[in-house]
């Protein structure tokens, strides 16, 4: 029996309805299937050892407001981070976070710091996604300043560097 013959029955033995029916317990089904699977769900907050240097309480302070939830074991893991597949994307966002930058492990592994500043210049720190369910993560325009000059003092910057080199390449 091909494919088609089958799609053919199931057309002819079925209105919409009784297809849609189908289709919807059928997913129903597969969100129940995948609770189970045992991926997404290592949510664990080890330790804080040592944070870095900063340069004011208020850097860190909106540094904890937008970026800790990923970048420090100080996470704060919301009731839909149990619910798959949304906790497989949230476990991924913060497991690859923390290991590119993570401030309560400070001086213990090589991290990218320095690109902090050009994240949030560009935008694209705190992660698009994340500010959509995260509204007191958004920062002014105001704030954004602060912060990034506060990064910079904390991180330090290669923004200067690359812009540099970016404009000689385009002479
Ligand atoms: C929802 C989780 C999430 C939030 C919130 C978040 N990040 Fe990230 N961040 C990631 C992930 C995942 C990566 C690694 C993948 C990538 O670079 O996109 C990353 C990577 C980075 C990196 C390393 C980039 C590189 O060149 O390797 C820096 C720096 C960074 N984030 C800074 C920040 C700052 C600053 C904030 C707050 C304004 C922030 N992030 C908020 C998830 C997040």
Not at 72 to 99: C, F, M
Not at 136 to 151: N, R, V, Y
């Amino acid at each position: 029996m091909t494919l088609s013959s089958i799609v053919n029955l199931i057309f002819m033995k079925s209105n919409i309805k009784s297809i849609l029916k189908i289709i919807f317990f059928g997913l129903i089904t597969i969100l129940i299937i995948i609770q189970f699977l045992p991926i997404g769900k290592n949510h664990t907050n080890p330790p804080v050892m040592k944070e870095p240097q900063w340069d004011t309480p208020q850097t860190r302070a909106t540094f904890i407001r937008a970026c800790a939830d990923c970048h420090s074991n100080e996470t704060k893991w919301p009731w839909y981070s149990n619910i798959a597949p949304v906790s497989w994307l949230i476990q991924d966002h913060v497991d690859e976070g923390r290991e590119h930058l993570n401030i309560s492990e400070w001086g213990m592994r090589k991290y990218h710091e320095d690109d902090a500043v050009k994240e949030v210049e560009k935008g694209a720190m705190p992660l698009e996604g994340y500010l959509f369910l995260h509204s007191e993560a958004k920062l002014t325009q105001q704030e954004k300043e602060e912060f990034i000059q506060g990064l910079k003092a904390t991180f330090g910057s290669e923004e200067e560097e690359t812009e540099h080199t970016e404009s000689e390449i385009e002479e």
